[in-house]
């Protein structure tokens, strides 16, 4: 047998409901021992397909799945040995806190002692230590994430698969506890293996983002380098916020881009053209033009203030430049914005590595 580098593999793994349409297409992925990988995309892109596939709760059509080394394509899902939280939290309603945790245990022949023993632990890294004998239904639905939490650690997998596990918390639970999944699977050192499509929560939790998007990883990195750097327009669009433009490349050299945009040309970096002639796709970060700027830049262009929406921390500048109505520029709430008004000439600048031309 091949030496199988990560602790999870998948290789050239494929999946098809109705023999025809593949919703995974030759999936290629491996997944270090103790990372936090998320799978990260819209409905319909395949990510929990491969969860399930991982768990053994679906076959893939096609390809080899690996755990440890060992194939599992044919190991029943209980014998994996793998944790899985769901949204729905999946607890047994007719049974206390304590007896949901000890469950796992008794499957596997612990014994009472031990039983006890990983249960008051499993609670207490939960800080549910007071709560071993309420029944689900009189926690919060917070307090119900946890427990489901602790059952999937309590028997010490190695692995721990989480579908979307916080999609019915309110945002402020949901950061709380996106930081105390994280913190709890850091110091067991357990690898995750996380679905979303919320990529804030996959931004915060991730060693590495996996980003799917019909069937296949669109891109494979570090939160900021799928930020900072995407690959593909899809990518680009699906983390972050972005302003795009289309345009046509007149030139390529010395890594600069030159693309035509409304009469006009923008200098780029090129990501993802093969040169002069080629449609392509102008990703811009909003925090990344600057209005008025002081500085020399390379891309200046003149443009309306349409509106200003106050946020807080920042402010929005909607912004007519280029064609457009709907350019974004986000400005950090600090002093010196404020002379800015609706209806303003400004001149619009950015420097050329903060553009990239993706693709068309």
């Given at each position: 047998?091949?030496q199988?580098?990560?602790f999870?593999r998948?290789?050239?793994?494929q999946?098809s409901?109705?023999g025809e349409?593949?919703?995974?297409?030759?999936?290629?992925?491996?997944?270090?021992?103790g990372?936090?990988?998320?799978m990260l995309?819209?409905?319909?892109?395949g990510?929990t397909?491969?969860l399930?596939?991982?768990?053994?709760?679906?076959?893939?059509?096609h390809g080899e799945i690996?755990?440890?080394?060992r194939?599992?394509?044919?190991?029943?899902?209980?014998?994996?040995?793998?944790?899985?939280?769901f949204?729905?939290?999946?607890?047994?309603?007719?049974?206390?806190v304590?007896?949901?945790?000890?469950?796992p245990?008794?499957?596997?022949g612990?014994?009472k002692?031990?039983?006890?023993?990983r249960?008051?632990?499993g609670?207490d890294?939960?800080?549910?230590?007071a709560?071993?004998?309420r029944?689900?239904a009189?926690?919060?639905?917070g307090?119900?994430?946890?427990v489901a939490?602790?059952?999937?650690?309590?028997?010490?997998p190695?692995?721990?698969l989480m579908?979307?596990?916080?999609?019915?918390?309110d945002?402020?639970?949901?950061?709380?506890?996106q930081?105390?999944?994280?913190h709890?699977?850091n110091?067991?050192?357990?690898?995750?293996?996380?679905?979303t499509?919320?990529q804030?929560?996959a931004?915060?939790?991730s060693?590495?983002?996996?980003?799917f998007n019909?069937g296949r990883v669109?891109?494979?990195?570090?939160?900021?380098?799928?930020?900072e750097?995407?690959v593909?327009a899809?990518?680009?669009?699906?983390i972050?916020e972005?302003n795009?433009?289309?345009?046509?490349v007149?030139?390529?050299?010395?890594?600069?881009?030159?693309?035509e945009?409304?009469?006009?040309l923008?200098?780029?970096?090129?990501v993802n053209?093969?040169g002069?002639?080629?449609?392509t796709?102008?990703s811009l970060?909003p925090?990344?033009a600057?209005?008025?700027?002081?500085?020399?830049l390379p891309?200046l262009f003149?443009?309306?203030?349409?509106?200003?929406?106050?946020?807080?921390?920042?402010i929005?500048?909607r912004?007519?430049?280029?064609?457009t109505?709907?350019?974004?520029v986000?400005?950090?709430?600090?002093h010196?914005?404020?002379h800015?008004?609706?209806?303003d000439?400004v001149?619009?600048?950015?420097h050329?590595?903060d553009?990239?031309?993706?693709?068309?």
């Amino acid at each position: 047998m091949a030496q199988h580098e990560g602790f999870v593999r998948f290789d050239d793994v494929q999946k098809s409901y109705d023999g025809e349409t593949l919703v995974v297409k030759s999936l290629n992925l491996d997944i270090a021992r103790g990372e936090f990988l998320t799978m990260l995309g819209p409905s319909g892109s395949g990510k929990t397909t491969c969860l399930m596939m991982l768990a053994g709760f679906e076959t893939a059509t096609h390809g080899e799945i690996y755990l440890d080394g060992r194939q599992i394509n044919d190991v029943a899902p209980h014998k994996r040995d793998i944790g899985m939280v769901f949204q729905n939290y999946a607890l047994f309603p007719h049974m206390t806190v304590a007896e949901n945790l000890a469950f796992p245990l008794e499957v596997r022949g612990k014994g009472k002692a031990e039983i006890g023993d990983r249960v008051k632990r499993g609670l207490d890294m939960v800080q549910l230590g007071a709560f071993g004998n309420r029944r689900p239904a009189q926690l919060s639905g917070g307090q119900q994430q946890r427990v489901a939490l602790a059952r999937a650690l309590v028997f010490e997998p190695h692995l721990v698969l989480m579908d979307e596990p916080l999609g019915a918390l309110d945002k402020q639970l949901r950061e709380t506890m996106q930081y105390e999944i994280k913190h709890i699977a850091n110091n067991l050192g357990i690898t995750v293996v996380y679905v979303t499509h919320d990529q804030t929560e996959a931004l915060t939790m991730s060693d590495r983002i996996a980003v799917f998007n019909d069937g296949r990883v669109q891109q494979l990195a570090s939160p900021d380098q799928l930020y900072e750097a995407p690959v593909n327009a899809f990518v680009a669009q699906f983390i972050g916020e972005n302003n795009r433009f289309s345009g046509k490349v007149k030139r390529v050299e010395n890594n600069t881009a030159e693309v035509e945009v409304a009469g006009h040309l923008i200098r780029a970096l090129p990501v993802n053209i093969d040169g002069a002639g080629d449609t392509t796709t102008l990703s811009l970060r909003p925090e990344r033009a600057h209005i008025n700027p002081t500085e020399p830049l390379p891309n200046l262009f003149e443009g309306r203030v349409q509106e200003l929406i106050y946020h807080g921390d920042h402010i929005r500048a909607r912004v007519a430049v280029l064609g457009t109505d709907d350019f974004i520029v986000k400005m950090p709430n600090a002093h010196g914005h404020d002379h800015l008004q609706q209806g303003d000439d400004v001149r619009l600048g950015w420097h050329v590595d903060d553009c990239r031309a993706l693709d068309a």
